[in-house]
């Protein structure tokens, strides 16, 4: 069974600095991609970023960064100069190569950025 | 740019009433996902469809049932609406590959009395 951990309920960062949300994951598959999405007050899921497992580089969009280690099983997601509007939940997500493909959620971090 | 259309966005039910929620997607994709979520528990699977024609059980399906009607929808039906099935529901669709993300609806979020 595959398993996402999320250890950080709440997170409060200064405007412009840099964030760090931790992710750790289990899984017995060989294959799988790790996702990020945002998700504001507003409530949509906005993708962010995704890892592959045999992905050697760490994954980059923009201003956002996956620290992907895979013998720690962690996919960390930075966040590089922030922005208010980058307040919102966030949820790190895996999906392996069997079956429905369903994504599974980790129970997510609430970022808010103060100015 | 639709993407993932979801219907309603709000609706309030009394115990016991049926609805069904509607969800239809512009991207040619083959899977189609129903999730709910509630506080402090992430997204959850109800039932998911891999290609037209398959529907298969999720995680959390009792009190559901789904129909691909084509390609593009995929609707989710409560029959007989509890108040534990209150929630935020989100449908998304995805290209089959664990290496694809799934692209979500804006979510209906049903309050059941």
């Known amino acids: 069974a595959q398993k996402i951990t999320q250890t950080q309920p709440g997170m409060f960062v200064q405007e412009k600095e840099a964030v760090t949300l931790d992710c750790t994951y289990d899984?017995?598959?060989?294959?799988?991609?790790l996702f990020w999405y945002k998700q504001p007050s507003s409530g949509e899921m906005i993708f962010l970023i995704y890892?592959?497992?045999?992905?050697?580089q760490n994954a980059t969009e923009g201003r956002y960064s996956l620290n992907f280690q895979k013998a720690r099983k962690s996919a960390n997601l930075v966040i590089s100069a922030s922005q208010l509007g980058d307040s919102a939940m966030y949820f790190c997500?895996?999906?392996?190569?069997?079956?429905?493909?369903?994504?599974?959620f980790g129970q997510g971090t609430r970022l808010t950025i103060n100015p | 740019n639709a993407g993932v259309t979801q219907t309603p966005k709000f609706q309030v039910l009394k115990t016991g009433q049926s609805m069904t929620l509607q969800c239809a997607q512009d991207m040619n994709h083959n899977s189609m996902y129903w999730y709910r979520q509630d506080p402090g528990m992430g997204l959850r699977l109800i039932y998911y469809?891999?290609?037209?024609?398959?529907?298969d059980k999720g995680e959390v399906p009792n009190g559901y049932n789904v129909s691909r009607l084509n390609k593009r929808e995929f609707s989710l039906r409560l029959e007989s609406a509890a108040p534990s099935q209150t929630s935020v529901y989100f449908c998304?669709?995805?290209?089959?590959?664990?290496?694809?993300?799934?692209?979500f609806g804006d979510g209906t979020r049903l309050s059941i009395l």
């Open positions: 998304a669709s995805s290209e089959q590959g664990f290496n694809q993300p799934q692209h």
């Open positions: 997500a895996m999906r392996g190569p069997q079956g429905a493909q369903k994504l599974v």
């Open positions: 890892q592959g497992s045999y992905d050697e």
């Open positions: 469809s891999a290609s037209e024609g398959t529907t």
């Open positions: 899984t017995s598959d060989q294959s799988y991609g």
